[in-house]
């Protein structure tokens, strides 16, 4: 079943001060499958952002058309991660899960057990300024997960992480959405990353922004996606991009 369907004719950022106007995306059209986790990735500036934030109905200052999951009850169409996890610092770790959640009577028992499942459970009642960027990052994952979104978006989420703490919060979204499967669109100029989680990778050109590709991952996703299988198919994918993808 189709969950997203984005078709852009054009997204255009008006001229203000000294800098022109410029056409950021153009022509740009995919759609996403129920459940797929599809994900976006593009040389720096191409348009990410941009496209993120039009699917999320923060910018609808575009031609073209968004057709997104129909309002199911009590289930919210999207649910967005930021760069910065924008947790509200006078609340604890637990009361900003909360209060993403409708009220009821298994409210709390249910974000303790997602911040149990992103290995916070030690910190529910901690407020936001004693967090490491990582342990804020995972209380943005488990919040987003809080409310069940049929449309989960994800905006370069683990970037400038060390390395270590980016791949267990990649492995900690795979084991989430196993468990809460929901269509995931992850954006990423890392294209190691997104081969170790996409069901399907589409990539973009540089600016205005269109897919130029649309690559199914067929590596079955356990132990085998490892750095050797994935750097091999990340070899193939450029050679098969281009030179212009050269620093994906
Ligand atoms: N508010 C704005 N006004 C004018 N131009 C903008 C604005 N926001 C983004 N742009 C331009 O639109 C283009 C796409 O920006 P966007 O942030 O969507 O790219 P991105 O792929 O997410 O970038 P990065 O990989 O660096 O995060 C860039 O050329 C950028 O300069």
Redesign the pocket.
């Known amino acids: 079943m189709t969950a997203l369907v984005v078709d852009i004719r054009e997204k255009r950022?008006p001229a203000?001060g000294r800098?022109d106007a410029?056409v950021?995306l153009r022509d740009l059209r995919f759609e996403a499958a129920s459940g797929e986790l599809l994900c976006v990735v593009?040389p720096?500036?191409?348009?990410?952002?941009?496209l993120l934030n039009i699917i999320a109905g923060l910018d609808r200052d575009f031609s073209g058309r968004m057709t997104l999951p129909p309002m199911a009850k009590g289930r919210p169409a999207i649910g967005y991660v930021f760069q910065n996890a924008r947790l509200l610092p006078w609340r604890t770790v637990l009361e900003n899960i909360e209060l993403v959640m409708p009220p009821s009577e298994g409210r709390r028992r249910r974000a303790l057990d997602l911040l149990a499942a992103t290995g916070l459970g030690d910190v529910a009642q901690v407020y936001p300024e004693r967090l490491s960027v990582g342990m804020g990052r995972r209380v943005a994952l488990a919040r987003a997960f809080a409310i069940d979104p049929q449309l989960l978006l994800l905006d370069?989420p683990f970037v400038s992480l060390d390395e270590p703490t980016a791949q267990r919060l990649r492995l900690l979204l795979l084991e989430i959405w196993g468990r809460q499967p929901t269509t995931v669109l992850f954006v990423t100029?890392d294209l190691r990353e997104a081969i170790l989680l996409a069901d399907r990778i589409i990539v973009l050109s540089p600016?205005p922004a269109r897919v130029v590709a649309s690559i199914p991952i067929a590596l079955p996703r356990d132990a085998q996606r490892d750095a050797a299988a994935i750097e091999a198919v990340r070899r193939q994918l450029l050679d098969e991009l281009g030179d212009s993808f050269g620093t994906l």
């Open positions: 950022y203000v800098a410029a950021a593009g720096s500036g191409c348009g990410k952002t941009t370069e100029h600016p």
